[in-house]
């Protein structure tokens, strides 16, 4: 069956401009998550989705992003005036339920000149 | 103390020889520990798993063993092949109702032929 997919693959984006980067869970997990990954590093947890609602968004760096889910399905996240320090791959994972076997998209690397 | 320590940071072996990685935790709240494999571009995929009760797992030429009293664990890649050369991280998955996994620093993985 179908994976985890993220669209756009690559985004270059100006210093202080926003992004939108998009994940599309594999059908029928009711769990998703976004973790960020600089060059070189392990992977930094942002923020899970049980169904729509988000318990633990303690890993969002700053009040520059954000995440929403709806639907129980696609999820976008949005770094608003973006920074250098901001360039990474954001990955996203979905899961059947929470925990445990998370599954992950191929990414989104984001490069902000 | 939620730190997942991996090492090393690089690995270099020859075909058929063993590669082993090696991870230790602190927090006795991780009740998961995945490993993931990463190529170059693409989502880190999901390898093998074990659960604290359990002290070794086996699949195919990977096994995981786990010491729960030294809060260590560790990948085995036997008869290694040039196809494993890839990225390697260990991970923990916190219990509790967070769905995060806390990721190694990743072990960079070069089998040569």
């Known amino acids: 069956g179908a994976g985890v997919s993220q669209s756009p693959s690559n985004k270059v984006t100006e210093k202080g401009k926003d992004v939108e980067l998009r994940c599309d869970p594999i059908s029928g997990h009711t769990a998703l998550y976004w973790y960020r990954q600089r060059l070189g590093q392990g992977l930094e947890f942002l923020i899970y989705f049980q169904g729509n609602s988000a318990p633990d968004k303690s890993g969002l760096p700053s009040d520059r992003f954000s995440a929403e889910r709806t639907g129980e399905s696609v999820s976008t996240l949005t770094i608003q005036r973006t920074q250098q320090e901001d360039s990474a791959v954001y990955l996203c994972a979905s899961s059947l339920a929470w925990g445990y076997e998370q599954y992950f998209g191929p990414g989104t690397r984001l490069t902000v000149t | 103390q939620q730190q997942v320590k991996q090492s090393p940071q690089s690995l270099i072996v020859q075909k058929g020889g063993i590669s082993i990685i090696n991870c230790a935790y602190e927090n006795t709240a991780f009740d998961y520990f995945p490993w993931y494999q990463q190529f170059p571009g693409k989502g880190p995929a999901l390898l093998i798993a074990?659960?604290?009760?359990?002290s070794e797992k086996k699949e195919g030429r990977f096994t995981i063993s786990f010491n729960k009293s030294a809060k260590q664990f560790s990948l085995h890649i036997m008869d290694s092949q040039p196809g494993d050369s890839a990225t390697y991280f260990c991970?923990?998955?916190?219990?509790?109702?967070?769905?995060?996994?806390?990721f190694g620093q990743g072990t960079t993985l070069q089998v040569k032929p």
């Open positions: 074990i659960r604290p009760d359990v």
């Open positions: 991970a923990a998955f916190l219990t509790g109702n967070t769905g995060k996994l806390i």
